[in-house]
């Protein structure tokens, strides 16, 4: 049986070997049995150039090994030394608007800069070749949420050398890139820069192409890092903590085939309900981007949730709430960040496994607790998670609606893929994400939300999964533009007229609108055109009083405005019972989550309502050990896990 990580970042330079020691009693009491060490030490490792410090770590790993606990060692390299800046001030990063930026923070490298990345493969080397037969290694853990952006003179010469390799000449640059518009045309690569500021709206494929460029440059660096390591710690897994965020230029589908380890950080936004369901999102987009299989939470926080600008603690039991969530959708564990809140930096009040106020706390003995149940459930890493729904999920359709020039600045991607999982999620439907190209035949139904960007292969596959007689749900700004970004011409939706039956003329941005069913959109609403499919809603009022907004064609729907989530719900719950699946009808604010290997089943139910609530039990409490009746209560805020 596997065990289950437990742990999280832990940065023993910020503190004495007075505190290590103390630090061992308590990993042991809270059940800590893995820890990252290392992710911004760099200044403590080489204070400078080519001179290491390598006795305090030393002595760290031999505490940490003699204590029973693995250690995940990480390379430096996001957050280089301030005397690195000052010999190499070329590789600063850069804004779009040209200012380079110093160091004083994180973050501040440029991946481009060839001074960058020698110290980069030079730190990760001297780190291999002294700790790669440690005995507390566990795995290597490459550098820190890659996606540090940077718009300077050597990102320029590397993203000309990307374009020249991607379209093999100008001729077709111009082309894909339509300069034609705006006497954009290039004669000499010399020309073509990255979207730094300009005086209107940058080319949208040209600001496409540059985040797929970063994408393709960083990864680079990974791999570079990750050949080092590999040379010098042979069957060590070696992983990099994807992080989430409209920001970061990383397509996860395409670095998950380059990590032994999926591995997440998870920060929700928001602190209601949102904040689980955000929590379900994330595990789920973690566990399809490891093909199905396990994957490591490597990052969240112990004690508190952040709106964007109040830090709102944790209830009592919901830590363990969101750790289990995870653990139940394929994490292989539960990490935080960090082991022991900083007492200065900037992040002095992120919370923290061991908070400010000692282990006499209340944050320290929910971990102790949820530490000491870990093993208990251990067992259900062994069960595949259950879903007969998949959601598409591009980021290169992220990006291109990110970019200028679209019709309304509410387009918003993230929030129409966050928007079709919630509804699954309330319905208590358990979903993967597929990539648009993928194999969907597994699948009885398949959620396609606002893929603004679809390829010509993508494109063909979903038409192919509806051809064959999925159930396919297909919701506004999806299938509108090639992999250029140019738009596919003939009416909207374009690369899925024909499966849907339909042919949009215009868009109409809106307030709201109301459909003669009762149910209601926001912010979207599209003139559409009935060419083979039934309109199961029309609109009513305003300039499209009557016309279709919602429609179906054999097994193939589709939604033209951005419905409210009782009207998505009521949608979503007709697909998928169309699809043969019926719905568990679990009380609101109750999540079942079920895994499987082969005759086993396990249930992770998670009730994050104010009240005990009833559910069907059967097989074994794994958390007592005791055997279930045909009904099982759950208390308020409480957890379970059920194996039959």
């Known amino acids: 049986m596997a065990e289950l990580y437990y742990g999280g970042d832990y940065n023993p330079e910020q503190w004495s070997p007075a505190v290590w020691a103390e630090d061992m009693a308590l990993m042991r009491q809270a059940g800590v049995n893995l820890v990252t060490v290392g992710v911004f030490s760099w200044s403590s490792l080489e204070p400078e150039p080519g001179r290491y410090e390598f006795g305090w770590l030393d002595r760290v790993l031999d505490l940490l090994a003699g204590n029973g606990i693995r250690v995940n060692l990480a390379t430096p390299t996001a957050s280089p030394p301030p005397w690195f800046s000052l010999a190499h001030p070329e590789a600063l990063p850069v804004t779009a608007d040209g200012v380079r930026l110093l160091h004083g923070s994180r973050d501040t490298y440029c991946v481009c800069s060839p001074a960058y990345r020698e110290a980069a493969v030079g730190i990760a080397r001297a780190l291999g070749e002294r700790y790669g037969s440690h005995p507390a290694l566990e795995m290597w853990h490459v550098h820190n949420e890659y996606g540090t952006t940077c718009y300077c003179d050597q990102v320029a010469v590397s993203f000309r050398r990307w374009l020249e390799n991607r379209y093999g000449g100008l001729a077709a640059l111009n082309e894909a890139w339509t300069t034609a518009f705006w006497s954009q045309g290039y004669s000499a690569w010399e020309q073509v820069f990255p979207p730094r500021r300009t005086q209107y709206l940058a080319n949208p494929a040209q600001v496409l192409d540059f985040r797929r460029f970063f994408s393709d440059e960083l990864l680079t660096a990974y791999r570079e890092q990750k050949a080092v390591l590999r040379s010098l710690s042979a069957g060590i897994p070696i992983t990099t903590n994807f992080v989430f965020g409209s920001w970061v230029p990383v397509d996860h589908w395409r670095w998950a085939r380059e990590v032994d380890l999926v591995a997440i950080d998870h920060y929700p936004e928001g602190a209601g309900i949102e904040a689980e369901q955000q929590t379900a999102f994330g595990a789920d987009l973690a566990r399809s981007w490891a093909g199905g299989g396990s994957w490591l939470l490597m990052e969240q926080a112990a004690g508190s949730l952040n709106d964007g600008g109040r830090m709102h603690a944790k209830e009592p039991g919901r830590m363990a709430r969101h750790s289990v969530s995870h653990i139940a959708r394929g994490s292989r564990g539960s990490l935080f960040f960090q082991w022991r809140a900083s007492r200065g930096g900037s992040e002095r009040f992120h919370t923290a496994t061991v908070p400010h106020a000692g282990p006499d706390s209340r944050a320290f003995r929910e971990v102790t ?276």
């Open 369 to 644: 607790a949820l530490g000491e149940i870990l093993p208990r459930f251990a067992e259900a890493d062994e069960g595949a998670v259950e879903a007969e729904v998949a959601i598409l999920w591009d980021a290169e359709s992220w990006w291109a609606t990110d970019g200028p020039g679209l019709p309304s600045p509410e387009i918003d991607y993230l929030a129409a893929v966050r928007a079709a999982h919630r509804q699954l999620w309330s319905l208590g439907v358990g979903a993967d994400f597929a990539h648009p190209t993928g194999d969907l035949s597994r699948y009885r139904a398949v959620i396609v939300p606002s893929l603004y960007l679809v390829s010509d292969e993508a494109a063909a596959a979903i038409n192919r999964y509806a051809e064959g007689g999925g159930q396919l749900l297909v919701t506004s700004l999806s299938g509108i533009a090639d992999a250029t970004s140019q738009i596919r011409l003939g009416g909207y939706p374009g690369a899925f007229r024909d499966v849907l039956g339909i042919r949009v003329e215009e868009f109409l941005p809106v307030d709201s609108v109301d459909l003669d069913t009762g149910d209601h959109g926001t912010g979207w609403s599209e003139r559409l055109r009935l060419e083979g499919a039934e309109p199961l809603a029309r609109y009513q009022g305003g300039p499209l009083d009557g016309m279709p907004a919602i429609t179906r064609h054999h097994n193939a729907w589709y939604v033209s405005t951005w419905l409210d989530d009782p009207s998505y719900k009521s949608l979503v719950d007709k697909v998928i019972r169309a699809a043969g699946i019926t719905p568990p009808g679990l009380p609101e604010g109750v999540e079942v989550i079920t895994r499987r290997s082969g005759k086993t089943r396990w249930r992770f139910i998670l009730n994050h309502t104010s009240h005990p609530v009833a559910l069907p039990g059967g097989g074994v409490d794994l958390l007592t050990g005791e055997t279930l009746g045909d009904e099982f209560t759950v208390p308020a805020g409480a957890w379970a896990v059920l194996r039959d």
